[in-house]
């Protein structure tokens, strides 16, 4: 009997040991000696030679700290006419302002990428004994705003400037002054994104602000684009693709979402069925991922438009059959209401089957509302819409958001002639020299005309 059994059952699997992963090299090492004390055998006295050493590692983090940078500028006084000459003053990050470039960088980033509202901030800060109102801080952040505006204009003109974009919008609670109420106002977020498709144009994200959802903003924020417009089915969009200039690219991921939502509470033969053709088209589309343009039109022709075609007449049967109330017909009815849109991603390598990269731009946004609540005023928004660009641009592009901030704020960055004026202290030097300028973002960063 037991060997019937050790037949039937399979051979356990050894275990493995998860090898962890080395500490990065790029960080600084700290050597400690631990020398055996003595020069001779504990066992039997004999003469001990050295022949190799053990070696480990551990990790150490040393807390963030605060440095005080005194600017001397000695005076000097003519002998002969009694005039005073010293050297000019040096620029600032915010003219008259206390903080330092790499300090407003960390506080940016801070609030709109670690999600920690000011006054944490301020707490922290005061922890290293560093007192700092949180009047202050918002000061600074809204002097930093001001001072990035013309990239923000740059990300602007670079993102609408594209084939394709990807939109869509999320609530933000916004505080209404005399009410002692919020308000819900709208962030939208635009996204230009080309290397699904192969491309090496650099990617980048502008988010936009408003009071409320009502369509003419978004025809104000795309008044100047032309191509496929990739987005939810909110009807805000829909005045936009009359003239042709703009065409609608549904999103396969909000007609799934559907039915899986019907089928996470009552599964049923249909809803398995519509999953599974549905997850068919991402495994191509998976394939795809980073191919050229048309070779990604060719291969949606040969293998995605048959199984749509398919699909649309599996959906129009099943319709059939299904009560007219429940919510299976509802999403199917949904799907093909839009099915001129839900295809069109086949007629196009550059467009892509969902609006995945919208949706993974506004979850900063989810994070930092849970943290901070709301907005103080529709000024506040603005900044953070400022903000949400600069810094999901930087990632999208491999940048360290808090590295490429403290360098683009810098004082250095500003010709020596000229002090903090406008656009003025966003003048880089010749963009190709600048190493933080020589990463994908470079094609941003290129200072607009002055103001």
Request: hydrophobic content about 35%; aromatic content about 8%.
């Amino acid at each position: 009997m037991e060997a019937a059994v050790e037949r039937v059952l399979p051979a356990a699997e050894p275990k493995t040991r998860s090898r962890r992963k080395r500490l990065p090299e790029h960080l600084p090492r700290e050597v400690v000696s631990h020398a055996f004390h003595g020069d001779c055998c504990p066992d039997c006295g004999g003469q001990l030679r050295l022949f190799g050493e053990d070696v480990s590692e551990q990790l150490e983090y040393i807390p963030d700290s605060f440095k005080v940078i005194r600017h001397v500028r000695p005076k000097f006084a003519c002998s002969g006419c009694e005039r005073v000459v010293e050297a000019p003053a040096p620029s600032r990050s915010i003219e008259r302002g206390l903080a330092g470039p790499g300090l407003l960088a960390h506080l940016l980033v801070s609030k709109f990428a670690d999600h920690l509202p000011l006054y944490r901030q301020s707490e922290i800060y005061a922890r290293q004994r560093v007192e700092i109102e949180r009047s202050t801080l918002a000061g600074w952040v809204g002097g930093a705003g001001e001072l990035l505006a013309p990239l923000i204009d740059a990300i602007q003109k670079h993102v609408l400037a594209g084939a394709k974009l990807h939109a869509d919008d999320t609530p933000m609670p916004v505080f209404a002054p005399g009410s002692g109420k919020t308000k819900t106002g709208r962030l939208w977020t635009h996204v230009r994104d080309d290397r699904p498709a192969g491309e090496d144009t650099a990617p980048a994200v502008w988010f936009a602000y408003s009071e409320d959802r009502k369509g003419e903003h978004p025809r104000q924020h795309l008044k100047s684009f032309r191509g496929g417009l990739q987005a939810d089915a909110y009807a805000g969009f829909h005045h936009l693709y009359g003239d042709g200039a703009i065409y609608e690219v549904a999103c396969w991921a909000h007609a799934r979402r559907k039915f899986h939502e019907i089928h996470v509470i009552h599964a049923s033969p249909t809803t398995t069925e519509a999953l599974a053709r549905i997850g068919a088209l991402y495994a191509i589309e998976d394939e795809m991922r980073g191919k050229p343009a048309d070779l990604r039109l060719s291969v949606r022709q040969a293998r995605a438009r048959p199984l749509l075609e398919d699909r649309r007449k599996w959906m129009e049967k099943a319709l059939h059959s299904l009560s007219a109330k429940s919510e299976t017909a509802a999403a199917i009815r949904y799907t093909l209401s839009r099915w001129r849109a839900l295809t069109r991603y086949t007629e196009d390598g550059l467009l892509e089957i969902d609006n995945s990269a919208a949706e993974r731009a506004l979850r900063v946004v989810a994070l930092g509302r849970k943290n901070y609540l709301f907005a103080g005023s529709d000024c506040g928004g603005e900044r953070a819409t400022a903000m949400y660009s600069l810094i999901g641009s930087a990632k999208l592009n491999g940048l360290d958001p808090e590295f490429y901030l403290s360098t683009v704020l810098s004082p250095d960055r500003r010709p020596s002639h000229q002090p903090h004026r406008g656009t003025a202290a966003l003048e880089p030097r010749p963009v190709y020299t600048d190493p933080i300028l020589t990463g994908r973002l470079d094609t941003l960063i290129r200072c607009p005309p002055k103001r």
